[in-house]
């Protein structure tokens, strides 16, 4: 999985929890995305980063926030976890070079919210 | 916004013929078109692309056509195996904005 590791694998919480999903890469690759992925809608974009600090709303990011310190962190948070957020989560990551670029899908992490 | 359609989205075929998935994309601005296969409880994979400035790719058994003027891209996999059985999205890109399609649950029968 290219260098990408995402961290649970598995969770299941209740509502109104909060809940934190790591994901942790080893490219030193510029861009990172938080994806959802539900049945029948594919893969839609939460957030992404284009840099330390530098981070952006997807389409779905209502009752989502992120956070990247370092490079090679981005961590997706939950403040305050719903039904509707049980999915599963995959971190992505591309070389940021311009048109193009080619993204890479972590293992994923599968979210249910009680 | 850009949005994908795909299609079939679900796919039965016989070990040894060949499978279609056909996507088609709303923004003529998008100029990058991957095609991921996911196997259950993994991750999507990249297994090949395309550029704008290209109409046909293949490798090995694996062909993906774009024609822009329509706004429509295949993916072709001949020869098909078992391990071709998975879940297969389109993608349609400007940048480091991508939009999916729902996918195609594709089984090939022994």
Known sequence: DAGITQSPRHKVTETGTPVTLRCHQTENHRYMYWYRQDPGHGLRLIHY????????????????????SKTEDFLLTLESATSSQTSVYFCAISEGTGVGDTQYFGPGTRLTVL | GENVEQHPSTLSVQEGDSAVIKCTYSDSASNYFPWYKQELGKGPQLIIDIRSNV??????????????????????????????SAVYFCAAAYGQNFVFGPGTRLSVLP
Request: hydrophobic share 20%; aromatic share 6%.
């Open chain 1, 49 to 68: 980063s284009y840099g330390v600090k530098d981070t952006d709303k997807g389409e779905v990011s209502d009752g989502y926030s992120v956070s990247r």
């Open chain 2, 55 to 84: 109409g046909e790719k293949k490798d090995q058994r694996i062909a993906v056509t774009l024609n822009k003027t329509a706004k429509h891209f295949s993916l072709h996999i001949t020869e098909t195996q078992p391990e071709d």
